[in-house]
């Protein structure tokens, strides 16, 4: 198995973390959803110009994961506003964790993931949450293998589709 090198982004990999967010969404939503619903979601919500914007606004932490020198997955951390649920307590959302298609299976989500609880830990975090499609069961047993547990929904909206993303939590 190849070693998988993470590295945090600098602004000068805007453009590659906004052509790898939209190549692996695509990747992992187009068969599920319609051409329609995946179009106006790439072309107005996400959009190359904003994820690029997303890369320089505070608050975001990127990673990229490697293999072979070549980019094969990535992660957006945000300080945001907790989920009610959470009240105040001291905590950090992983916002995206992607593996490209031809990665998965290579240990790069595993990878990514210990590299967010520990970035969450060192910024003395109590909880590290995300937001899941209720029917990326993949993703979902992912998620309880390391830990995390459903607390509430919301909705996503992907185009003019209004879908049910689960919240989970782990606790660190």
């Not at 914007?53 to 932490?61: A, D, M, Q, R």
């Not at 945001?80 to 995206?96: D, F, K, V």
């Not at 547990?149 to 939590?169: R, T, Y």
Request: aromatic share 12%.
């Amino acid at each position: 198995m190849q070693p998988i090198i993470i590295r945090h982004a600098t602004p000068a990999d805007a453009e590659l973390i906004a052509d790898l967010s939209r190549q692996t969404f695509y990747e992992s939503f187009a068969a599920f959803n319609t051409r329609e619903d995946i179009d106006k979601f790439m072309n107005e919500q996400f959009t190359k110009a904003a994820l690029m914007k997303e890369v320089i606004t505070p608050g975001n932490i990127f990673l990229l994961a490697y293999i072979d020198n070549q980019v094969k997955g990535y992660a957006r951390m945000k300080e945001s506003e907790n989920p009610a649920e959470l009240g105040n307590i001291e905590a950090i959302e992983i916002a995206r964790i992607y593996a490209c298609t031809n990665a998965i299976g290579k240990g790069i989500g595993k990878t990514l993931m210990q590299k967010c609880i520990d970035i969450a830990k060192e910024n003395k975090k109590q909880i590290i949450w995300l937001g899941v499609w209720q029917k990326n069961q993949r993703a979902i047993d992912f998620y309880l293998k390391w830990g995390f547990e459903i607390f509430s929904e919301h909705d996503f909206v992907l185009g003019n589709d209004v879908q049910c993303d689960w919240l989970m939590k782990k606790l660190l």
